[in-house]
């Protein structure tokens, strides 16, 4: 053996890395590109329209469909509708007997309108035998045909769907049954199970009594005999059946889907069905898209005069990030609003800050002189930076994994865009920038001229920081006071004001025109702002039909609409004229508070593991903070609190998450290196060292939101505003709300500390060069 064969081999180790980065780095891409060409992304209503189906709910003989029983129906029909895999759609009550469903993108509305139309009700029950021997049936009993059609006669149900607590679809390869349905039921229902099959099991085989009806909308589907293995009175254990039928994969689904789902709580009927139009009109989609461009190009140029090369490599990076979340959204088959389609281009700009945290910290390996080249400075950049950027977008993950599990509707589809947004981010920093920024760095005609890479120097900001050195946290409280009083002024808004909630909340009235000649849906928007109603929303209907949809109007002011389309329509018929529920009902509203209460606490607990409690609180606490702020300003300047600002309050709780994770971060390492200095101190130098990237970052997201505020049109300005106020007030807090916090919990925890001697014990007093003080004598 060579006594240089270790060496070889470590050798070839070390190179073995950034082979595996760079196919990585070419073959992602690559295939997000032949994804993107070949899969077009589903659009939203708001982009496209989509089908609209009615449902009128009707009563039976032991259920009257009023109100309430509608307002069931629609979070029935909501479940449904997520289970099929249909995002962002809208489901409203309208009048106290009709659902509108409009779904966006589907390719086959009647199947969609069959699967939302069954009730599916489900039931067990004990055969009594044959129909025509015990003629008609007595009171409880029921005559229903078995899957060969014969008759049998049915005892009372012993189990129904509310006993269901799982369905799925398999398919039996070694038994040959094909695709089936696996239900599984709860404690109690199972124990039911058990009896219903015991009882059946001490009639002889091949008796109709040994079997097991199980209905489905007044159809018996499946009705086994219980296997002779069973004993009488014993029953089948483990609370589970099947459902077995012809089935092919799609109807085995549809079936699981809907046992699980629940039923109806009354039988629906499909009344209406046809092809509806955009809510934004062309014009205010293409003012929020070059909005989008603007912005996204100021971002990358921001990026480049800062960083220069390495930032003109980052910013490729991005627009690699931006295609691989394209991708991910079209082969996931995920629907995509102008909001959604902000807060993609937003998620751009916020996923400059891990390659912004990349380069800082190479910055100052390279200050520190303890790197004698450009490519060196930035590996240890990408692995000091590693931990901050892991940790700000695990808690991310979390929170965006809880949203999607438990939440429904579109905080759930919230979710999916934030995972892969996150998701995609990584790999655009940590894989595509770093081999593009140590390819360029090793370049010969790079390594002799350090400067044009951008990381030479700490910048003259950081250095003029860190010459004065301020004591940001010689008094916590404050700051902690200041702030206080910003919550305060901001909170009393929602009190003296009170929050003006939007359509989604409140519900609203339903008007429906069939107007003479066709109607331009963005001259309707523009005359109803006119008229004094600029946030009804308006979409085409069919051949000459117009909908508007607006809050609750009195008949004046319902006049007023329809004077205002009959101008632009000639002859105007009212269709119809029904007040409707909200989209965003109360068991929605319940899930996504559950959901995010549920998202903060894991993130929470995740923070005091990785770091401290203080921390974690620390976090929490200005995270509240920001979101009090934000609805506060929302109630003084009475914008409407929408589904698009729940949009928006839910990416700034991300961002203000991720600002003080990286302050923490920074704190938790000077920690680890310098026990003897005070914890203000140290809070104070993780302060100075992280805000470049804080301030860099943040301006990143402000060019982006600022384009959309000032050239976006209508929704997407109140979006881009909630965003931009959220981004200031999170770059404050994380700084003067997070770290002061932290400093007094720990100061609380450990007691008050007499000050140290400058010069003798206070290690940044040296730093800073302090004179040490004169001795003192008493003569």
């Not at 240089?4 to 196919?23: C, F, K």
């Not at 069919?542 to 508007?548: E, F, R, S, Y």
Request: aromatic fraction near 4%.
């Amino acid at each position: 053996m060579s006594p240089h064969s270790p060496r070889r081999s470590r050798a070839r180790s070390r190179s073995g890395g950034p082979r595996v980065r760079a196919l990585i780095a070419l073959a992602v891409p690559a295939a997000a590109l032949g994804i993107a060409l070949t899969t077009p992304v589903r659009l939203g209503l708001d982009l496209r329209g989509g089908t609209q189906i009615v449902l009128e709910t009707r009563s039976t003989p032991t259920v009257v469909a009023d109100a309430e029983a509608t307002d069931r129906t629609v979070e029935v029909l909501r479940g449904r509708i997520d289970a099929l895999g249909v995002a962002e759609p809208t489901i409203v009550r309208s009048g106290d007997h009709r659902v509108v469903v409009e779904l966006p993108g589907v390719q086959d509305p009647k199947k969609a309108a069959d699967v939302l139309g069954r009730t599916a009700q489900l039931t067990v029950h004990p055969v009594l035998g044959p129909a025509e021997e015990a003629g008609k049936p007595r009171p409880g009993e029921r005559v229903l045909p078995d899957e060969s059609g014969r008759p049998l006669r049915l005892e009372s149900a012993a189990l129904t769907g509310q006993d269901v607590e799982g369905a799925d679809a398999r398919f039996d390869q070694q038994g040959g049954a094909g695709w089936h349905v696996t239900v599984d039921f709860e404690d109690a229902g199972g124990g039911r199970w058990a009896r219903v099959t015991g009882e059946a099991a001490c009639h002889p085989a091949g008796d109709d009594r040994r079997r097991v009806a199980v209905v489905l909308d007044d159809k018996i589907v499946s009705s086994p005999q219980v296997d002779p293995s069973v004993a009488c009175g014993a029953g089948i254990s483990g609370g589970s059946t099947q459902i077995t039928g012809s089935f092919d994969a799609a109807e085995a689904r549809d079936l699981a889907l809907l046992v699980e789902g629940g039923a109806l709580p009354v039988p629906v009927e499909t009344v209406e069905q046809r092809t509806i139009g955009a809510t934004l009109g062309d014009e205010a989609i293409s003012a929020g898209t070059w909005a989008a461009v603007i912005g996204t190009a100021l971002t990358a140029l921001f990026i480049v005069v800062v960083y220069r090369l390495m930032g003109a490599l980052a910013a490729v990076a991005l627009l690699c990030y931006g295609l691989l979340s394209y991708a991910a959204l079209a082969a996931i088959g995920a629907t995509l609003t102008l909001p959604g389609l902000a807060g993609f281009v937003l998620a751009i700009g916020m996923a400059v800050d891990a390659n912004v945290l990349v380069f800082e910290r190479a910055r100052e390996e390279q200050a520190a002189r303890s790197r004698p080249s450009t490519r060196s400075a930035l590996t240890a950049g990408f692995r000091s930076a590693f931990s901050a950027i892991a940790d700000s977008n695990i808690t991310t993950l979390i929170a965006a994994a809880l949203l999607f599990f438990l939440a429904s509707g579109p905080v759930k589809g919230f979710g999916v865009t934030l995972g892969i947004g996150v998701l995609a981010s990584m790999v655009s920093a940590l894989v595509i920038t770093r081999v593009l920024t140590e390819f360029a760095a090793s370049r010969p005609s790079v390594s002799r001229r350090p400067r044009v890479t951008g990381i030479a120097s700490t910048g003259p900001v950081r250095d003029a920081l860190l010459r004065r050195d301020p004591a940001l946290m010689r008094r916590p409280r404050r700051w902690l006071a200041a702030s206080g009083i910003v919550l305060v002024l901001a909170g009393s808004g929602v009190v003296a004001r009170g929050l003006d909630f939007g359509i989604e909340f409140t519900g609203g009235r339903l008007i429906e025109y069939s107007t003479a000649t066709e109607v331009d849906p963005e001259r309707a928007r523009t005359a109803l702002a006119d008229a004094g109603f600029p946030r009804a929303v308006v979409q085409s209907s069919g051949d000459h039909g117009l909908t508007v949809r607006t809050e609750e109007l009195t008949d004046d002011e319902a006049a007023a609409v329809t004077k205002a389309v009959g101008a632009l329509g000639g002859e105007t018929e009212k269709v119809r004229d029904e007040l409707i529920g909200p989209s965003l009902g109360e068991e929605l509203r319940r899930d996504a508070l559950i959901a995010l209460g549920l998202a903060l606490g894991a993130q929470l607990l995740y923070l005091a593991a990785r770091f401290r409690l203080l921390f974690g609180t620390a976090a929490v606490g200005a995270l509240a903070h920001d979101v009090v702020v934000l609805v506060g300003v929302f109630a003084w300047l009475g914008k409407p609190v929408d589904g698009v600002f729940l949009a928006a309050l839910l990416t700034v709780i991300g961002y203000s998450v991720n600002d003080s994770v990286v302050l923490f971060d920074r704190v938790r390492e000077l920690l680890g290196k310098d026990r003897g200095t005070p914890f203000a101190r140290l809070t104070d130098r993780a302060i100075l060292q992280t805000l470049p990237r804080t301030v860099n970052t943040g301006t990143g997201a402000v060019l982006i939101l600022a384009a959309l505020a000032v050239l976006a049109e209508g929704s997407l300005t109140d979006f881009a505003l909630a965003l931009l106020i959220g981004v200031v007030v999170g770059t404050y807090s994380s700084v003067f709300t997070a770290a002061p916090l932290a400093v007094a919990l720990h100061d609380r925890a450990t007691g008050p500390r007499a000050p140290r001697r400058a010069g003798r014990g206070d290690p940044a007093a040296k730093e800073r060069g302090a004179p040490r003080p004169r001795r003192q004598e008493v003569s």
